[in-house]
């Protein structure tokens, strides 16, 4: 039985591991749970899983929830870090959105236990500490994002120098083929209506923008200890195909599966092993043809914008994923356009001077920085 910790249960990708959690309850126990506002869902997670531990953001919430269950209640990032430490889980789903997974994440990972990775965010702002902490604590980091599962599996007892490179597949979002021109009036609901999966608002419009192809490039770097030449995106619209590695000899190993995110879970949440009968197999006579084509970088300057921070180091990359929260934030709020979020990310880079990034400080002073240079500029476009 192994014992599960959950942060960020109530959205996508927690709802989609407690999915895979109640087919396979004989293997798999949630320990903790946490939300920050959907406490109505969180509710009922806690009645049908009879967690040990339970997180919510504010401390009010906290207080309401006490009296409606049994269960111990937190609130804040101690909550969080009580959730992701706690004694009886081995295993922690770290699936909250944005810069708020790293503390937590970093804090089960300094006790050993082992990280199921949704929450690519830890990763970008903080890769070279969170890759080391989990060497020195013998912490595992199994990702979750489907790109990097698929490069996981490919890659699985084969050495790095001889991968030549990965290919990141990219669905292209909601916009494929448009022009920038034609990007400047696009409105929030466009930007959530994603052509292949269903997930949180936040990954919605960065899978729009190409910015989370960005992050997943980052994500990739430290996953796997390849330098940025080494990693390459590739759109491929039917998102059958999860990414590839090809090696020195020319040989392609990829991944494919129909787009369920259930894959890559259950996949992070019993390897080494299999489970049976997770996704539906995929019907070729079905597929009519798998397709490719290279990114539009000029229309969706986000996927450079990335790729630059990961090669300028330092706290570059943290600068980055704080002003697309930002940005992104901003643009549901329809506060700014589309357009806008690159442009206002590339402001708050132009103005970054780098800094060192050896410490969770320096990261979350990085973060900082940004989310306030990010606001100013937003409200100097308006
Ligand atoms: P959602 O927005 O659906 O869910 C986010 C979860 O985190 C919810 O439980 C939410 O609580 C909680 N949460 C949000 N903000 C905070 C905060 N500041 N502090 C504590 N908890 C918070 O996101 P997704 O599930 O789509 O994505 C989660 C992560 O997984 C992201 O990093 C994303 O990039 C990554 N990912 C997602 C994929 C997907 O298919 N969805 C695919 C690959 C990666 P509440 O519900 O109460 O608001
Ligand atoms: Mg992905």
Redesign the pocket.
Same mark, same amino acid.
């Given at each position: 039985m192994k014992n599960i910790s959950i942060l960020?249960?109530?959205?996508? &990708?927690?709802r989609s591991t407690i999915e895979v959690v109640r087919r396979y309850r004989d293997k798999f126990k949630i320990i903790g749970l946490? *939300?920050?506002?959907?406490i109505e869902l969180?509710l009922k997670q806690i009645e049908e899983l009879s967690p040990e531990i339970v997180a919510v953001?504010d401390e009010e919430t906290a207080r309401a929830l006490r009296k409606r269950v049994k269960v111990e209640v937190l609130s804040g990032t101690e909550g969080?870090i009580a959730v992701a430490t706690h004694e009886k889980a081995d295993f922690v789903l770290s699936? &909250?959105?944005?810069a708020?997974?790293l503390i937590p994440t970093l804090s089960a990972i300094r006790l050993g236990k082992t990280i199921g990775l *949704?929450?690519?965010?830890t990763l970008v702002i903080a890769g070279k500490i969170v890759t080391e902490e989990a060497k020195k604590h013998s912490a595992r980091i199994i990702p979750?994002?489907?790109e990097h599962s698929a490069i996981f599996q490919c890659l699985e007892n084969r050495k790095t120098s001889e991968v030549r490179r990965i290919i990141l597949t990219a669905s292209g979002g909601p916009f494929r083929g448009r022009s920038k021109k034609e990007l400047k009036s696009v409105k929030v609901e466009e930007a959530l209506r994603h052509p292949n999966?269903k997930?949180? *608002?936040?990954?919605t419009v960065d899978s729009a923008t190409l910015m989370n192809k960005g992050l997943e490039v980052i994500e990739a770097h430290w996953l796997f200890g390849l330098s940025p030449e080494k990693i390459e995106v590739l759109i491929h619209p039917e998102s059958i195909i999860h990414s590839m590695a090809e090696f020195t000899d020319g040989t392609i190993l990829a991944q494919l599966s129909r787009p369920d995110?259930k894959a890559p879970i259950a996949y992070a949440l019993s390897y080494p092993e299999r489970l049976s009968n997770v996704v539906e197999p995929l019907d070729f006579k079905s597929l009519r043809s798998l397709t490719f084509e290279l990114p539009d970088r000029e229309a969706f300057p986000c996927l450079d914008l990335a790729c630059t921070a990961l090669k300028e180091e330092g706290t570059f990359p943290a600068v980055l994923n704080a002003a697309n929260e930002v940005a992104v934030e901003a643009f549901l709020k329809e506060r700014i356009g589309f357009n806008d979020i690159p442009l206002l990310i590339k402001k708050v880079l132009d103005k970054h001077q780098k800094r060192p990034c050896n410490t969770i400080e320096e990261v979350l002073e990085a973060d900082a920085w940004a989310r306030k240079e990010a606001e100013k500029e937003i409200r100097s476009m308006r």
């Open positions: 960020g249960s109530t959205g996508s &990708i927690g946490s *939300a920050k506002s959907n969180l953001t969080l699936a &909250i959105v944005g708020a997974g *949704a929450n690519k965010e979750v994002d489907s999966w997930m949180g *608002a936040k990954i995110m």
